[in-house]
């Protein structure tokens, strides 16, 4: 089992703290059943929500590689995945991908050639998203 000590504790307080209204559910869910929440907007928020959690376990260790010791937010999943869970088209998810990186609203990293989704770092033991940084 992986090391989940670096800050589930930190991350449970940080979490407590925010006072902006988040979305409950999946974002994936409401984009693929309503068209009307197939934009950019909705896909960015989408992809803050598949990000690290404490003690996620994938291939790629979004949590315990790259939020804990890298001190990165990432999201790991793959682009005709994203078109699937979300109900766009593959050619419209990588041109949002395309335009949010653009707009530095997101970087682009890839791990055994696979894309990774950076949308912020982790500082002093709290979520920085790159749009809190502008």
């Known amino acids: 089992m992986e090391n989940q000590s670096c800050s589930i504790t930190e991350y449970a307080q940080e979490e407590t703290k925010d006072r902006y ?33 404490p003690g996620k376990t994938d291939k790629h260790r979004t949590w315990s590689k790259w939020y804990c010791k890298e001190k990165l937010i990432i999201t790991s999943i793959g682009q005709g995945k994203m078109s699937r869970d979300t109900g766009v088209p593959l050619d419209t998810i990588k041109r949002w991908i395309r335009e949010l990186e653009e707009a530095d609203f997101i970087q682009r990293d890839y791990e055994w050639g696979e894309l990774l989704i950076i949308t912020g770092k982790v500082i002093d033991g709290k979520k920085v998203y790159f749009y809190e940084m502008m």
């Open 21 to 53: 209204v988040h979305f409950h559910g999946e974002i994936k869910k409401l984009m693929k059943k309503h068209k009307m929440f197939r934009n950019k907007s909705i896909f960015f928020e989408y992809l803050v929500q598949e990000g690290p959690w």
